[in-house]
């Protein structure tokens, strides 16, 4: 539902835009509106990621700043190291009976059989997700 308002959305103010360039510049009007609508959507989706951190003031920092926020951070990675070692220790049966749930955990708990890397849209290694905060924080470490 949401990814259908979100395309309805940018359709219907290109729609509009094309009915006013129409209105205004008929035909040759119209195809300069779709040119200006379609940069103007190119831009709000290349910039979409960026809008909200720039409008609250968010700032990148880093551990002698804010040492209480990278603490948290090493937290939540030690945390999902030892969630990732312990589902890698336990064969989940449930899951592996019906792999359509494996969205559903925080750590993919499909491992038995190996069979689920051949359709997988996510990694399933956890060292990625727990170098980039690690990295943030300044810890140095065995894994990168």
């Not at 989706?45 to 700032?59: E, H, K, L, Q, T």
């Amino acid at each position: 539902m949401n990814f259908l308002r979100t395309a309805i959305l940018p359709a219907g103010m290109t729609g509009l835009f094309l009915a006013i360039g129409f209105m205004l510049g008929g035909e040759a009007g119209m195809a300069i509106a779709l040119l200006v609508a379609l940069a103007m959507n190119a831009f709000a989706y290349w910039n979409s990621d960026n809008a909200v951190p720039r409008m609250d003031g968010a700032r990148e920092v880093d551990a002698r700043r804010e040492p209480g926020f990278h603490g948290i951070v090493t937290q939540l990675a030690d945390a999902r190291e030892k969630m990732a070692r312990g589902a890698a220790a336990i064969d989940h049966h449930a899951a592996e009976a019906n792999p359509a749930t494996a969205h559903m955990f925080i750590i993919n708990p499909l491992h038995a059989r190996r069979t689920d890397r051949l359709f997988s849209t996510h990694p399933d290694d956890t060292a990625n997700p727990v170098r980039a905060p690690r990295q943030m924080a300044g810890v140095v470490g065995p894994w990168g």
